[in-house]
């Protein structure tokens, strides 16, 4: 079955970096999309990046210049690198999985069919 375990998570301050990882198994990863969601308290989840599996991105606005989505095939492994990390980026942060090659609407999370358990992010000074 498919598996999705994030990791990298952490506190930082504001202005600093974290790279999640997200290792997934149970499927042929190099054909499916793949996204990063996040979910603050008392917020709706929303889609942070998602990328196709041709290696197209699509961000969301808040974090368009900051974050970069990227994965390897051939370690099963999707990942976010996120730079200028600020306060409003505090969440828990989800990587999922659309068993295509291509999803319409990469950052809204109906599209998505697996989803792993998350892992906390907190940027605070």
């Known amino acids: 079955q498919v598996e999705l375990v994030e990791s990298g998570g952490g506190s930082v301050q504001p202005g600093g970096s974290l790279r999640l990882s997200c290792a997934a198994s149970g499927y042929t990863f190099s054909t499916y999309c793949m996204g990063w969601f996040r979910q603050a308290p008392g917020k709706e989840r929303e889609g942070v990046a998602a990328?196709?599996?041709?290696?197209?991105?699509t961000y969301a606005d808040s974090v368009k210049g900051r974050f970069t989505i990227s994965k390897d095939n051939a370690k099963n492994t999707l990942y976010l690198q996120m730079n200028s990390l600020k306060p409003e980026d505090t969440a828990m942060y989800y990587c999922?999985?659309?068993?295509?090659?291509?999803?319409?609407?990469?950052?809204?999370?109906?599209?998505?069919?697996?989803w792993g358990q998350g892992t906390q992010v907190t940027v605070s000074s």
């Open positions: 999922a999985a659309y068993p295509s090659s291509y999803v319409a609407s990469p950052l809204e999370q109906y599209e998505y069919n697996y």
């Open positions: 990328i196709e599996s041709d290696g197209g991105t």
